[in-house]
């Protein structure tokens, strides 16, 4: 069983719209011992950083996360709540990689909407990927590139289009929303 | 590389899809999921669902639309039609809607703009600016075109983007419907006096409409309709062609 995590930010049924479209079935729940249980968790999320972690944390769900051991996908809002810090409302993250969350300077439209292919991939989340490949994005924060960085893009500035560290993964670009692409990545991340 | 993107717009009348000239004289034009997926398929990049007839007749956005159609379809959609509160929003984002569009609601009443940016984010929120040309002016028009209103165009899109909308899809009144192709002029002026994307709407004819307004101006994607729906134009050959003529297309 999937477990998505249930919090206070949009987009959670789409999560669940591309598992079932893939034929895997999936709860969506902030239940501590369904997360626990799980195979695999996703956390999903477009929202703001500051109400978003403010809801984690009082509900515990921050500790649940830090402590989950099976593969966890953190997708977006998902990717940016598991870094260290975020420059949006001055948020204290979850810290499980290595890196900040910055605005980006408005040097181009923001936020960074539509398709865009990667600089950079590595790993066993993009197999059958390569770097023309086009994926959807849409977000004015990104995560700094760090060691934990699988996967760069580039827009205004190179960042982290893709981080993992131990079981977790975390993708700034919608996977749910790429198409055949976007599936590919998924089916990846659920295979694990 | 980001992308230009192709967006296919489906207006919806009781769960059909039509489309009017000059936004009046409805001809229906099929069924709405299948034409979504269909344009899938052809690579659209995003797809919007407008309820027409909401605005005018005060219905809301077709709910169960919204959810049949998050089922089926794997790339973003934007709904609008009568949007004029934050309970609405938070009603489609939850039945699958990736974005929001709020036009008319949003001349009458502007904070409408913040308290749904403040509650879903910027991201989900496209302020749609209806504009027509008089008097060698671009002023905003609401209520599907038939109210003319005090707002100056690119003063409204300027305002839009202070209150936190995420993108504008502009959609010029003198063009929509007459294939003559896209308003080149204000959508250069509004593109190039705001920082979030906009999206070109109202005129698309030919191939060559979506190679004037991606050159022309800073648009950063173009809306069609009919020319989509009556088969007109295959978005696969569009996006080719275009790629062709060496604009980022996906």
């Known amino acids: 069983m999937i477990a998505i995590l249930k919090y206070n930010a949009g987009n959670i049924k789409s999560v669940q719209n591309a598992l079932n479209r893939l034929g895997y079935k999936s709860i969506i729940t902030d239940n501590a ?10 956390f999903p999320g ?32 998902g990717l940016q709540l598991m870094c260290r810090f975020s420059e949006e409302g001055d948020t204290k993250c979850l810290g499980i990689f290595d890196t900040d969350v910055r605005l980006f300077p408005p040097l ?10 990667f600089l950079t991939i590595k790993g066993e989340l993009f197999k059958g990927i390569t770097i023309d490949d086009d994926i959807y994005y849409v977000h004015s924060y990104y995560a700094e590139i760090a060691s934990c960085t699988i996967a760069t893009c580039d827009y205004i500035l190179p960042f982290s289009a893709a981080m993992q560290k131990e079981n977790f993964y975390a993708t700034q670009f919608h996977p749910e929303k790429s198409a055949e692409k976007g599936e590919i990545i998924l089916k990846n991340f659920l295979e694990l | 590389m980001l992308k230009r993107r192709i967006i296919p717009c489906l207006d919806i009348k009781d769960g059909r899809t039509v489309k009017g000239v000059n936004f009046i004289n409805l001809i229906d034009a099929g069924d709405s999921v299948e034409l979504a997926k269909a344009y899938v398929k052809q690579g659209a990049d995003e797809l919007v669902f407008l309820d027409i007839t909401a ?5 809301k956005a077709l709910t169960a639309l919204v959810e049949r159609i998050a089922a089926e379809i794997n790339i973003p959609f934007t709904v609008g039609g009568g949007i004029d509160n934050v309970k609405d929003v938070s009603v489609l984002l939850k039945a699958g809607a990736d974005k ?9 009443r502007p904070e409408l703009i913040s308290e749904i940016a ?6 989900c929120i496209v302020v749609a600016i209806d504009t027509k040309l008089v008097n060698n002016e671009w002023v905003v028009v609401v209520d599907g075109g038939r109210t003319m209103t005090e707002f100056k165009t690119i003063e409204w899109a300027v305002r839009v983007e202070e209150l936190g909308a995420g993108e504008i899809m502009l959609t010029s009144m003198n063009t929509d419907g007459t294939k ?26 030919s191939m060559e409409h979506f190679k004037d307004v991606f050159f022309n101006t800073e648009c950063s994607a173009a809306l069609a309709a009919s020319i989509f729906h009556f088969g007109e134009i295959d ?13 980022a297309i996906r």
């Open chain 1, 33 to 42: 011992s369904e997360l626990s249980g799980a195979d695999k968790v996703i």
């Open chain 1, 46 to 77: 477009v929202g703001e950083a500051g109400s978003a972690m403010q809801y984690l944390r009082e509900r515990g769900l921050d500790k649940i996360i830090i402590n989950l051991k099976q593969p966890v996908l953190g997708i977006c809002l």
């Open chain 1, 108 to 117: 181009d439209k923001i936020p960074h909407m539509g398709w865009n292919n």
């Open chain 2, 55 to 59: 605005t005018v007749e005060n219905r």
């Open chain 2, 100 to 108: 929001i569009t709020v036009n008319s609601s949003a001349v009458r």
């Open chain 2, 118 to 123: 403040g509650q879903f984010g910027n991201q």
């Open chain 2, 180 to 205: 003559s192709g896209f308003s080149l002029d204000i959508t250069g002026k509004v593109s190039r006096n705001v920082n979030i994307p906009v999206i070109a709407s109202g005129g698309a004819g």
């Open chain 2, 235 to 247: 978005i696969w050959e569009l996006k080719k062609y275009l790629k062709h003529e060496g604009i």
